[in-house]
């Protein structure tokens, strides 16, 4: 069973970065990390859950939502079975509960590809 893991999250003020990391586990030998699309979503209060950013397996194609393109970047290290997601120009809108998740098969960019969650880690920008 896939597990992930979100942390890095915290308290900073609008216009600082933070650098969120997302660790996997449970893979088998047959289906490693890298064969995997990983993405970042989020949680506000009182709102639905928002994609942000994803990644392809392998060859690592990216894709944006336009609240986060041009601020946030996601990369992997498939070597550390670990997702990234640098988070810069952070704004008070961009508090939430932000969460990874992991998918097999499907298109990355397709939400119903994500069928393994982690735990969140909770993210407040401060005015």
């Known amino acids: 069973e896939v597990q992930l893991q979100a942390f890095g999250g915290g308290l900073v003020q609008a216009g600082g970065s933070l650098r969120l990391s997302c660790a996997a586990s449970?893979?088998?030998?047959?289906?490693?990390?890298?064969?995997?699309?990983i993405g970042w979503f989020r949680q506000a209060p009182g709102k639905e859950r928002e994609g942000l950013s994803c990644i392809s397996p392998s060859d690592g194609d990216t894709w944006y939502a336009d609240s986060v393109k041009g601020r946030f970047t996601i990369s992997r290290d498939n070597a550390k079975n670990t997702v990234y997601l640098q988070m810069n120009s952070l704004k008070p809108e961009d508090t939430a509960v932000y969460y990874c998740?992991?998918?097999?098969?499907?298109?990355?960019?397709?939400?119903?590809?994500?069928?393994?969650w982690g735990q969140g880690t909770q993210v407040t920008v401060s005015s």
């Open positions: 449970g893979f088998t030998s047959a289906f490693t990390f890298e064969d995997y699309s």
């Open positions: 998740a992991a998918g097999f098969g499907g298109d990355y960019q397709d939400y119903s590809t994500y069928d393994s």
